[in-house]
């Protein structure tokens, strides 16, 4: 299956002025590498927020820039966003060799329904989001499930080392004993709740902090 694309154009607008660069439909991003001279480029960001939308995690890339015949395999750093609008506001690129392992943080997703769920009252946790491996960047998993169906106890754990894997391909750089998910008795969530209200109250004679002013402008992001 082919790659995804992305056209880009190199950028001379730098600095405060990308606002007006976002303002008029284009996209400020950077492109960098080992042993890649950074590149400031530039795209349509109707295209960057299509090409964004329909890759995962650690998708190889087919980053093509104006002015070179051959398109660079890039895969996407960093994505930065207006934390108020979610407006697309910075993408980083980093490109990559075929040829060479690299680092790269995987996605864990739950899948099926713990037997404990339903037949104690357990509460299932998802105990990490990601899991680091070491690959070429076309071996690299695009997520790694976790079937939750085989916790069929109160308390029952997986555990990365649980994970279905190509040693000879991908290298779990995560520690083994590490829990991506677990089977909480009710009681022992509840607790935890009543935990968490404790902290977040204020303690006794305090006055409650005041809430924050309706409106407040958000902290200002960074320009590139």
């Given at each position: 299956?082919?790659?995804?694309?992305?056209?880009?154009?190199?950028?001379?607008v730098l600095?405060?002025?990308?606002?007006?660069?976002?303002?008029?439909g284009?996209?400020?991003?950077?492109?960098?590498?080992?042993k890649?001279e950074?590149?400031?480029?530039?795209?349509?960001?109707?295209?960057?927020?299509?090409?964004?939308?329909?890759?995962?995690?650690?998708?190889?890339?087919?980053?093509?820039?104006?002015?070179?015949?051959?398109?660079?395999?890039?895969?996407?750093?960093?994505?930065a966003?207006?934390?108020?609008?979610?407006?697309?506001?910075?993408?980083?690129?980093?490109?990559?060799?075929?040829?060479?392992?690299?680092r790269?943080?995987?996605?864990?997703?739950?899948?099926?329904s713990s037997?404990?769920?339903?037949?104690?009252?357990?509460?299932?946790?998802?105990?990490?989001?990601?899991?680091?491996?070491?690959?070429?960047?076309?071996?690299?998993?695009?997520?790694?499930?976790?079937?939750?169906s085989?916790?069929t106890?109160?308390?029952?754990?997986?555990?990365?080392?649980?994970?279905?894997?190509?040693?000879?391909?991908?290298?779990?750089?995560?520690?083994?004993?590490?829990?991506?998910?677990?089977?909480?008795?009710p009681?022992?969530?509840?607790?935890?709740?009543?935990?968490?209200?404790?902290?977040?109250?204020?303690?006794?004679?305090?006055?409650?902090?005041?809430?924050?002013?309706?409106?407040?402008a958000?902290?200002?992001?960074?320009?590139?």
């Amino acid at each position: 299956m082919a790659n995804p694309q992305i056209e880009v154009r190199p950028r001379t607008v730098l600095g405060k002025k990308v606002k007006a660069l976002r303002r008029s439909g284009v996209t400020p991003a950077n492109v960098y590498g080992h042993k890649v001279e950074s590149t400031a480029v530039e795209a349509d960001t109707a295209a960057m927020t299509h090409l964004l939308r329909g890759i995962s995690r650690n998708a190889i890339i087919d980053l093509k820039l104006e002015g070179e015949g051959k398109p660079r395999p890039v895969v996407v750093r960093e994505v930065a966003r207006d934390p108020v609008t979610g407006r697309l506001l910075h993408v980083d690129f980093f490109q990559i060799s075929l040829s060479e392992k690299m680092r790269a943080e995987v996605s864990v997703v739950l899948t099926g329904s713990s037997p404990a769920v339903a037949t104690y009252g357990g509460v299932l946790l998802q105990m990490v989001d990601t899991v680091s491996v070491e690959a070429l960047p076309g071996d690299i998993p695009a997520t790694f499930e976790v079937d939750v169906s085989g916790l069929t106890e109160l308390e029952q754990s997986f555990h990365v080392r649980d994970l279905s894997v190509d040693t000879a391909k991908v290298t779990i750089m995560t520690d083994p004993d590490v829990v991506l998910a677990r089977v909480a008795a009710p009681r022992l969530a509840a607790a935890e709740e009543e935990e968490a209200a404790a902290a977040a109250a204020p303690a006794e004679g305090e006055a409650p902090a005041a809430p924050a002013a309706e409106g407040a402008a958000p902290e200002p992001s960074a320009e590139s």
